[in-house]
């Protein structure tokens, strides 16, 4: 069974960074690309950025674009977010999505973890 | 990356049929042949229900059917059921990114 677990999320002021990681078990981690996809409080779903299985293949969205970093470790059958600058409109439930493919393109999100939730306030 | 256009609400009868339609452009919905849709219930995850346009994910009941004609994508649900009222989202590759539709509320009267 495929389970993804969010965790580093929290209260943090404007402008500060926070580390978002994803644990993932049950698959061949290093076998599929992965995704962050938000949510914020009572609004839609936002992707937010995606990476391939060997992480050559990296994507953002224009909102997060030079703020967010993504990356990840198969070793550790983990999947991480970088967040620096962080603004207002950034609060939400981040959720860690498992890919159908290796590659990124043309994908769906198969699996998605119960997502850990960011607070931008001061 | 506009997020895709969906009406904010819709609504049947158990046993009828709703279509939620999903609105873009060529450079998303119209331009790939990889249209995806989510349902989320109240406080929980969304779950893939459709991926590539018309395919439905093993467990997922075939009442559950999409298209897509031009720049419009399409979910159908028939024979509505209680357990159906959630949030549906419907989610477009474009190129190197991903665009999401504004959400659409479905309930069973």
């Known amino acids: 069974e495929v389970q993804l677990v969010e965790s580093g999320g929290g209260l943090v002021q404007p402008g500060r960074s926070l580390r978002l990681s994803c644990e993932a078990s049950?698959?061949?981690?290093?076998?599929?690309?992965m995704y962050w996809v938000r949510q914020a409080p009572e609004k839609g779903l936002e992707w937010v950025s995606g990476?391939?299985?060997?992480?050559?293949?990296?994507g953002y969205a224009d909102s997060v674009k030079g703020r967010f970093t993504i990356s990840r470790d198969n070793a550790k059958n983990s999947l991480y977010l970088q967040m620096n600058s962080l603004r207002g409109d950034d609060t939400a439930l981040y959720y860690c999505?498992?890919?159908?493919?290796?590659?990124?393109?043309?994908?769906?999100?198969?699996?998605w973890g119960q997502g850990t939730l960011v607070i931008v306030s001061s | 990356q506009s997020a895709l256009t969906q009406p904010r609400s819709v609504s049947g009868s158990p046993g009828q049929s709703v279509t939620i339609s999903c609105s873009g452009t060529?450079?998303?919905?119209?331009?790939?042949?990889?249209v995806s849709w989510y349902q989320q219930r109240p406080g929980k995850a969304p779950k893939l229900i459709i991926y590539?346009?018309?395919e439905r994910p093993s467990g997922v009941p075939d009442r559950f059917s999409a298209s897509k004609s031009g720049n419009t994508a399409s979910l159908t649900i028939s024979g509505l059921q209680a357990e159906d009222e959630a949030d549906y989202y419907c989610?477009?590759?474009?190129?190197?990114?991903?665009?999401f539709g504004t959400g659409s509320k479905v309930t069973v009267l």
């Open positions: 990476i391939s299985w060997n992480s050559v293949g990296v």
């Open positions: 989610c477009s590759y474009a190129a190197s990114s991903y665009v």
């Open positions: 999505a498992k890919a159908s493919r290796s590659s990124g393109d043309m994908d769906w999100f198969d699996s």
């Open positions: 590539d346009v018309s």
């Open positions: 049950g698959f061949a981690f290093d076998d599929y690309a």
């Open positions: 060529s450079s998303d919905v119209g331009g790939y042949n990889s």
